[in-house]
């Protein structure tokens, strides 16, 4: 009996090696580093939104935005790059990418929607640059993933 249970372990154990290797790369590879660099903006985005004073900047001289307030803005954005730390060493990422790609596009609509609403012509450079990051994101996530 023993040895059975041994042999059954041994079976699983060997199992959960040969899951793990297809599920996580060795190395990042182009996904791996481009969800790093996104992570990483991220994160420093949402510090530089919590670190704010109502300055000069979208949206921090409004204090809120859709009527949540830039500090949760900027915890939302920390936990979006701290999620897509979580793909860099993944096979399967594409929920990483989704979220990234996701984050830009809302950030870059809520800008030109306010770019519309209130005729504030400076905020076409920040939509236009979030909507280019997501557009990015988006081709960059078909590519192929090396084995």
């Not at 660099?37 to 979208?58: D, F, K, M, R, V």
Request: aromatic letters at 16%.
């Amino acid at each position: 009996m023993r040895l059975t249970a041994f042999l059954n372990l041994a079976y699983l154990q060997e199992g959960a090696v040969k899951l793990n290797r297809e599920l996580i790369k060795h190395e990042p590879g182009r996904r791996g580093f481009l969800l790093l660099i996104l992570g990483c903006q991220e994160i420093i985005y949402g510090t530089a939104l919590i670190n704010s004073t109502y300055g000069a900047w979208w949206p921090a001289s409004k204090g809120e935005l859709a009527g949540v307030s830039v500090d949760i803005w900027g915890i939302v954005w920390i936990s979006f790059g701290a999620f897509l730390f979580t793909g860099i060493y993944l096979m399967k990422d594409r929920y990483q990418f989704a979220a990234a790609m996701f984050l830009n596009s809302l950030w870059g609509m809520l800008a030109f929607y306010f770019a519309i609403a209130s005729g504030i012509g400076g905020l076409w450079g920040p939509a236009s640059t979030y909507i280019a990051i997501s557009t990015i994101v988006m081709l960059s996530s078909g590519w192929r993933v090396i084995k």
